[in-house]
């Protein structure tokens, strides 16, 4: 089995920070891209920054300059620091990893249960 797990939500005020953590665990042959999705109340999912195996980073418009995704390929890990919170930003935040569990199994998406962030005075 595989386990994602999120942490580090929580409420902070209108232009502070939060960093939030999601480590993948289980029977793991190899991890290709994580990310971090949110959704607001009445809103579908939307993406909020990807990071590759290698690096490679994505940001959605609405966040880029203030939120940096990082990983730590040895642990599993993906990190979302979030800087200058706007009320807007108000979601659960939701971690993916795209996946593989065995050398000869296909990638899949698994997902983290989600994180409360609310950004209020």
């Known amino acids: 089995q595989v386990q994602v797990v999120e942490s580090g939500g929580g409420l902070v005020q209108p232009g502070g920070s939060l960093r939030l953590s999601c480590a993948a665990s289980?029977?793991?042959?190899?991890?290709?891209?994580m990310g971090w999705y949110r959704q607001a109340p009445g809103k579908g999912r939307e993406l909020v920054a990807t990071?590759?195996?290698?690096?490679?980073?994505n940001y959605a418009d609405s966040v880029k300059g203030r939120f940096t995704i990082s990983r730590d390929n040895a642990k599993n890990t993906v990190y979302l620091q979030m800087n200058k919170l706007k009320p807007e930003d108000t979601a659960v935040y939701y971690c993916n990893a795209n996946l593989r569990r065995g050398w000869d199994q296909r990638d899949a998406d698994y997902w983290g249960q989600g994180t409360q962030v609310t950004v209020s005075s």
């Open positions: 289980g029977t793991i042959f190899s991890i290709n891209g």
């Open positions: 990071i590759t195996s290698s690096g490679m980073t």
